[in-house]
């Protein structure tokens, strides 16, 4: 079975920039995530999906990031404008059903530097 | 507000000997309890889990225990091998379908 797949690996922009992540779930999944771990941080959720629909975007900073989950599958994650606080990994999970056993399936994550 | 905490940040174990990692929580809803291990470069894969009604959870060399009025939880690993050198997790969720997780603990398996 396929892992989650994530691209780009690596990414460096400069700050006011944009960027877009993309991820592929798990097939069959129909929760997906994104989440943002920071150095020396844990991961934090910025967004979780339910299909194709949103079921708890209250910690992404939505005047400058976006996300979207068209066809209930694959995912974007956008940043814009950039700022250097961004600066982080951007993992995306998914999961069969949302929280079952609140096991998550990670991808390999989306590094993003910001200078 | 960190809801879960990992207060260690790095712990150095001897290979064969049991290895400890603690979590603690202020979260009183929470009822569902995870641990999570990353290795460099890749994205953290499920380890353990334990349920609020239980108090320990084992699976193989690995064990979680929960102590609820604490507010606390440890993984114990034993024996400790090489390929236990990571970074663990802990996370929790409320039932509300989100992880919060912890900050992380370095777990170094000495040869």
């Known amino acids: 079975e396929a892992g989650v797949a994530q691209s780009p690996r690596y990414k460096i922009i400069e700050k006011r920039q944009s960027v877009a992540f993309w991820c592929n779930p798990i097939?069959?999944?129909?929760?997906l995530y994104w989440y943002q771990q920071i150095l020396g941080q844990g991961p934090k959720l910025l967004i979780q999906f339910q299909n194709n629909g949103v079921v708890d975007d209250s910690q992404l900073p939505k005047d400058r990031f976006s996300a979207e989950r068209l066809k209930g599958v694959d995912s974007t994650l956008k940043i814009q404008p950039a700022k250097l606080e961004d600066s982080a990994v951007y993992l995306c999970?998914?999961?069969?059903?949302?929280?079952?056993?609140?096991?998550?399936?990670f991808g390999e994550g989306s590094r993003l530097t910001v200078l | 507000d960190q809801q879960v905490k990992q207060n260690s940040p790095s712990l150095s174990v001897q290979e064969g000997r049991i290895s400890i990692l603690n979590c603690d929580y202020t979260?009183?809803?929470?009822?569902?309890f995870l641990w999570y291990k990353k290795y460099p470069a890749e994205g953290p894969t499920f380890l353990i889990s334990?349920?609020?009604?239980?108090d320990k959870n084992e699976d193989g060399r690995f064990t979680v225990f929960l102590n609820k009025s604490a507010k606390h939880l440890s993984l114990h690993i034993v024996p400790s091998q090489p390929g236990d050198s990571a970074v663990y997790f802990c996370?929790?969720?409320?039932?509300?379908?989100?992880?919060?997780f912890g900050t992380g603990t370095r777990l170094t398996i000495i040869p």
């Open positions: 999970a998914s999961s069969y059903t949302s929280g079952d056993t609140g096991e998550l399936f």
């Open positions: 097939s069959g999944h129909a929760t």
């Open positions: 979260n009183s809803m929470f009822d569902y």
């Open positions: 334990i349920s609020s009604i239980k």
């Open positions: 996370a929790a969720s409320d039932g509300n379908e989100k992880l919060t």
